[in-house]
């Protein structure tokens, strides 16, 4: 839910840490004690501003942050919330059709034994060279693929690829492809 308070920002955030004790005070049901655990986002407009679209975006931007820092907490937008979104609806958006513009590839990470002196496994690693952002970190693209879906047109592609590099190696080595969970 939502509360509009046009006292500004400051009793906004006094209002939230308030509801956020109460929310925290356990009470009765059918017998049995209960606490709620409740987490708030708290926005505000520029004084000219009556776009409430916008305060709710944002608001509900600084309830995410909130969720992401833990249970029961506050935060307050900041603009820099905003940037990230945008970053990800447009990685989003760019990793949908990265695997068609080629911009997806392998590295091969193979495992050496230093005991034997052999190599194990190779295990194929995705790699996103985008072109105008460079090096996009599996760190940022796995879990946005995971996330939207995307997780299963690449790990196909992935297993494909290795499949195919691996019958063009000159020396016989089993390929170890990691599968997401999601």
């Known amino acids: 839910f939502a509360v509009y308070v046009p006292e500004g920002l400051d009793v906004a955030g006094e209002l939230a840490a308030g509801l956020l004790t109460e929310f925290a005070r356990p009470f009765a ?37 909130a969720r992401k820092q833990g249970r029961r907490r506050i935060a307050h937008f900041e603009a820099s919330m905003e940037a990230r979104l945008v970053r990800r609806l447009m990685l989003e958006s760019e990793l949908a059709s990265a695997l068609d513009r080629n911009e997806i590839g392998v590295t091969y990470q193979p495992p050496f ?9 190779a295990a194929p690693l995705m790699r996103w060279r985008h072109p105008t952002l460079g090096d996009v970190s599996p760190g940022v693209f796995i879990p946005i693929a995971e996330e939207t879906g995307l997780i299963h047109q690449l790990t196909g592609w992935v297993m494909k690829r290795a499949a195919l590099d691996a019958a063009a190696w000159a020396r016989p080595l089993p390929v170890a492809v990691h599968v997401s969970a999601s």
Do not use: I, Q, W
């Open 113 to 121: 034994d230093l005991a034997t002196g052999s190599l194990g496994s």
């Open 29 to 65: 049901v059918g017998g049995h004690r209960v606490t709620v655990g409740a987490s708030f986002g708290v926005a505000g407009a520029e004084s000219h501003s009556r776009d409430l679209g916008l305060l709710m975006r944002r608001a509900d931007l600084a309830l995410n942050a």
